[in-house]
């Protein structure tokens, strides 16, 4: 069996830089979670995101084409006829490739090994890639699909920090000086303007 020749270890997957992290976290609640891409992304995350999710699949790289086309042939074999119609046949067969072409080898036999010892009934490309998405796993799927999200965006031109925003300093307009002058005086404290006025009358 297929399966049975791919027990071999599979290379470590890289460690994720601390802010990549950080962007790539779900927010988490009692039911559910979510995750919202950034706003804004700076040259360095972007930078960052590319660089991992290079170093990512090439330890875990999709399955090449020709291993593809052969292992999804003959799952299909099981559950479809052949169409008379070469054109069709090669259509149906292009939208399967396009629907499984990002998964690792091992992950895809999984998926197919699953399907064909469980199931009874035509599987559609979308089951596989279900459970594909499943047996990669789907927590390491989707952190995976957020870094490239990041990796896609256009890094803005400023980098957004963490934190309130700091405004430029101004001078305070007059209305200003006189609420503070009030509240000084309330709390009897004469600013030292008024102090200087008092001494040279």
């Not at 925003?165 to 007059?174: D, G, I, L, S, Y």
């Amino acid at each position: 069996m297929i399966e049975n020749q791919l027990q071999t270890r599979q290379p470590a997957i890289p460690s994720m830089p601390d802010s990549l992290t950080q962007a790539t976290t779900p927010i988490f609640n009692l039911t559910s979670e979510s995750w919202i891409p950034p706003r804004a992304a700076s040259y360095m995350l972007v930078a960052q995101a590319k660089d991992w999710v290079k170093a990512y699949e090439t330890a875990r790289p999709p399955a090449p084409i020709a291993q593809l086309r052969e292992r999804v042939a003959s799952f299909v074999c099981h559950f479809f006829i052949t169409l008379s119609d070469e054109r069709l046949n090669k259509i149906v067969a292009a939208d399967w490739l396009d629907t499984l072409k990002d998964f690792p080898f091992p992950v895809l036999c999984a998926a197919i090994s699953e399907w064909r010892n469980d199931m009874n009934k035509k599987p559609t490309p979308a089951d596989i890639r279900k459970l594909c998405i499943y047996h990669y796993p789907k927590k390491e799927w989707d952190r995976l699909q957020r870094a490239k999200t990041i990796a896609n965006m256009t890094p803005s031109e400023k980098t957004v920090l963490a934190g309130p925003v700091k405004e430029e300093w101004r001078p305070p307009t007059a209305e200003e000086k006189e609420r503070v002058r009030k509240l000084m005086a309330s709390i009897g404290i004469t600013p030292k303007e008024e102090k200087h006025e008092q001494k040279t009358t």
